[in-house]
């Protein structure tokens, strides 16, 4: 959990619980489960979660006591990512720690809570009952790294309504073509809700990967999602190069690397939604 965090997409973290499996080639290199390790942790794979603190519960009710001044500071709402440590989706997680969950997003509504997963075929058993009362508050997204898992993920998204949808395109291992007519139809049996924007989709976030064992990615792979989203209108973010700059060569890390997208900082936010 923190207030601020280094991460260029929201502005604060909360974590209910700590703990996953890998799933999917995103997560080979997952710095959460290194972080767990070197905390001495041991929660990743089939073994038990750890839920966090009261205190660490009670941090969202703190920052929604103060959600006033941060909308007359900000001109917006808090974006709260929840969880860097987890996924709020994942089927090894007690149904009671997440029905809590639900009633602390419930308990907070003047919060954004982004909630990003990998595992989206599970989102439409795991809703609560009252999930119409609270889905303004919450942006939901999903991860999809390479086209295998764009085309696996993004029909499952696109059948629940959400404040907003968005998709977190890192770290990219692949190229991504955008699908809608094709997503679309794949989840047009349970497709609910707003589809304006890439038939459904709100913003796009992607980067490149990080740390001492990161994958190169090619740089024509984010020029042409910046391409796809410019022509359907979507907020693009890039959020960084990781250890492999612009011109493919390796460098001791993500800040040396930089943000520019051919000289450009792209930092686009679905703010109409909010």
Known sequence: MAESTGIEWTDSTFNPW??????????????????????????WGNVPRRRTSE??????RRWQKKAG????????????????????????IDTAWRDDLWALIRECPDLNWLLLTKRPQNIEKM???YWDDIKGSVWLGTTVEDQLRADQNIPHLLKHDSAVRFLSIEPMVGPVSFRWAEWQEISSNGSTGHL????GIDWVIAGGESGPHARVADPDWFRQLRDQCAEAGVPFLFKQWGNWDENMQHVRNKKEAGRALNGVHHDGYPGAKE
């Open 196 to 199: 304006d924007g890439m038939n």
């Open 18 to 43: 700590w703990g996953c499996t890998k799933i999917s080639p995103a997560c080979d290199h997952c710095y959460a489960a290194d972080l767990d390790k070197r905390t001495g942790g041991n929660h």
């Open 127 to 129: 809703l609560p009952a």
């Open 55 to 60: 205190k660490n519960w009670n941090e969202p």
């Open 69 to 92: 001044e941060f909308m007359e500071e900000h001109g917006r709402k808090r974006r709260v990512f929840c969880a860097s440590m987890a996924d709020v989706f994942d089927n090894q």
